[in-house]
């Protein structure tokens, strides 16, 4: 499942993807520094779990810290780690920018959409990867 995903699925990134991705950073730090109500709201319509993809750890650049075993993700800072790094995905716009990173695996986390409920979200995600929109 995870097999060459990150040895031979590397790609390079447009400007425009460089500028999402600088300012994906700047955009969370502001939103976990000044914004913690909408961050709190936010994480209340997440949905699932990390999948171990690896992606939020080379949005822009990839992190020190990271290293791979067994062909999945390890952080050496786990227990140490940024808020920024526990709190990943805060909304939608984290999921398009780690989509720039990794588009052939999606994040195992997704945001329900106002008045939508869990079952309907996987549905619509499936119809999604069947349909490929
Ligand atoms: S500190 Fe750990 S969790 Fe955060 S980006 Fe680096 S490797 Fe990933």
Known sequence: MFGERWLVRRRSYSWSERAILAWGKLRRYYLLRYRPGYVEESLKRRVGSCDRTGACCKLMFSCPLLSW??????CHAYKHRPRSCTIFPIDERDLRDRDIVDPWDSCGF?????GETQEEEEKSRQVELVFHV
């Open 110 to 114: 997704s945001f329900l959409r106002p």
């Open 69 to 74: 075993l067994d062909q999945l993700p390890l």
